[in-house]
């Protein structure tokens, strides 16, 4: 624990420092301070537990630094040390909650004992403080179960649970809402985890009022963030105020973390009516796909009816053959925003989503590309589910798709680029059992393409390649005192006889005899 010692007498000070010093040893650090504003200064910068304190000093009293001290919430026992048995003094001390009112001069011992009591009561505060930031984490975490349990999984809870986290049958509750415009650029930027934590404080912070305060925050698979926020009850509900709140709420997520938020309101209902209303307020939040600057209210929302126009997909095919990659991007962007703009519902983004997978799958599938591998990797798959959250993630979902259909375009308009890749990992293992659909997930190409264009650039099959490359080391090893059987393990053949008998075939004789021609030429 560290000590502040606040006098003006220097003389005092190296005393009482000196006396701690010798009687006190587990005292961390001693801080000494000869005026107020000195002490000020230092509890202002450090971590201080106890402050013994003279009364009477120039440019303020003790009695003004322990009241400061208080105001400014600073967890700190003060003991007092003065010439003057003064009753109005010590009433004052008393009423700063101080923990000891000494007289000068002090003897050691008296000295010791008190500030030993003042270690023991800051280490129980200490503690007690613990405890019940403890119970503030546990309680926000068991509602926060509560309501996943009880919103996203149906779960029904009994009076019991209800009662146990605080809640009566005359709560008030209403839900709010938000998510990302492009969930996938925030979660690049923070990384998921941060941005769930930075969210989260941010919902927590912001949504605690006089008026209502969060009672849980909880993001759903689609990317959709839902509070549960119940009424005070001291005064009537006010859904102005959680609509001032949930504008701060817009603004910070701009400002501070970087991302455009889409936000709903719900309607004022109790426990019992909070299912519904999540499942009314979650179709909601999936049908809106633009921010519009405003916020959204369940109460005024109304599904809109399914239209879909199909796009003009052999245009498009047009351009994918004929490599126009940008005047391809700007088409599907001007028609995602036409189409946003114009109304379209989460079933029709979720047809154009399929059509133009479909459309990208189609032409890597006629250029001999395996389209399932190629966009096998988990940001496809994100990228893929989130298509359909807002325009932007739509946009983001059709370029990366375009960018890898190109990427894989272009490797097969250069055959020798696709087979230096290939025959790089040959080269590395051809001694281990490679096989073709080896070689076809490296280029997500199709097992007969892999084997036309291979032997097109090497003028032999994979085999007979991986076994020209495997006699090559035999030979060489055989040149070394390796044993023959150990050669063939190191050629990748675990049966010596095969290895022997592939060995003759090649060269027109066995190991054993290779190795004996080799030594009577040298």
């Known amino acids: 624990m560290n000590i502040l010692l606040t006098d003006d007498d220097n003389l005092i000070l190296q005393e009482v420092k000196e006396a701690l010093e010798r009687t006190v040893p587990e005292i961390e650090k001693i801080y000494i301070a000869t005026c107020i504003a000195e002490a000020k200064k230092v509890l202002k910068t450090v971590s201080v537990q106890i402050m013994l304190c003279d009364i009477e000093m120039p440019g303020g009293s003790g009695l003004d630094l322990l009241s400061w001290v208080r105001a400014e919430a600073l967890n700190v ?7 003057y048995a003064d009753f109005s003094y010590a009433r004052q001390a008393i009423r700063l909650d101080s923990m000891e009112y000494m007289l000068k001069p002090i003897e050691e011992k008296q000295l010791c004992r008190t500030v030993r009591l003042a270690m023991e009561r800051a280490e129980k505060e200490k503690q007690d403080e613990q405890a019940r930031r403890y119970w503030l984490d546990t ?3 068991a509602k926060d179960l509560f309501w996943q349990r009880r919103l996203l999984g149906n779960a029904v809870q009994g009076e019991e649970a209800l009662r146990r986290l605080g809640y009566g049958e005359q709560d008030l509750f209403t839900l709010a809402s938000l998510k990302a415009v492009s969930l996938s650029e925030v979660e690049e930027l923070w990384g998921t985890d941060m941005f769930e934590y930075v969210l989260k404080n941010v919902l927590f912070e912001l949504l605690d009022t006089t008026c209502f305060r969060l009672e849980s925050a909880f993001g759903t698979p689609e990317g959709v963030w839902f509070m549960v926020c119940r009424f005070s009850g001291i005064a009537a509900p006010n859904m102005g105020a959680v609509e001032e709140c949930m504008e701060k709420v817009k603004e910070v997520c701009r400002e501070k973390i970087h991302f455009e938020a889409i936000c709903a309101i719900g309607m004022i209902c109790r426990e019992a009516e909070l299912s519904g209303q999540f499942v009314k307020m979650r179709e909601m939040m999936e049908n809106v796909l633009e921010d519009g600057g405003a916020i959204w209210y369940l109460e005024e929302y109304s599904p809109a009816p399914y239209i879909y126009e199909t796009p003009d997909i052999s245009i498009w095919e047009s351009l994918l053959k004929e490599g126009q990659k940008e ?28 059509d133009v ?21 988990r940001q496809a798959e994100t990228l893929y589910q989130r298509a359909c959250n807002s325009m932007q993630d739509m946009c983001r979902y059709c370029d990366f798709m375009l960018e890898q259909v190109f990427w894989h375009k272009e490797r097969l308009e250069q055959p020798s680029s696709l087979m230096s890749m290939v025959l790089q990992y040959v080269d590395e293992h051809y001694c281990e059992d490679i096989t073709r659909n080896d070689l076809v997930d490296l280029v997500y190409v199709s097992p007969d393409y892999l084997s036309r264009t291979f032997k097109r650039e090497t003028g032999r099959s994979l085999a007979q390649y991986m076994l020209e490359k495997r006699m090559e080391k035999a030979k060489r090893l055989l040149k070394s005192d390796m044993s023959v059987k150990n050669v063939a393990l190191q050629t990748g053949y675990s049966n010596f006889s095969y290895f022997s008998k592939v060995f003759r075939d090649m060269e027109g004789m066995s190991p054993m005899e290779y190795r004996e021609r080799l030594r009577k030429q040298s």
Do not use: P
């Not at 991007?329 to 946003?340: K, M, S």
């Not at 703009?341 to 989503?353: D, H």
């Not at 479909?358 to 006629?366: A, D, E, I, P, V």
């Open 77 to 83: 026992q003060c003991i007092f040390l003065t010439n």
């Open 139 to 141: 309680g926000r975490e």
């Open 327 to 354: 005047q391809l991007r700007t088409d599907i962007h001007g028609y995602v925003e036409c189409r946003v703009a114009g109304g379209a519902s989460w079933q029709g983004a979720q047809a154009f989503r399929q």
């Open 357 to 377: 997978t479909q459309m990208f799958y189609s032409f890597l599938r006629g250029a001999g590309i395996q389209a399932h591998k190629a966009f096998a990797g």
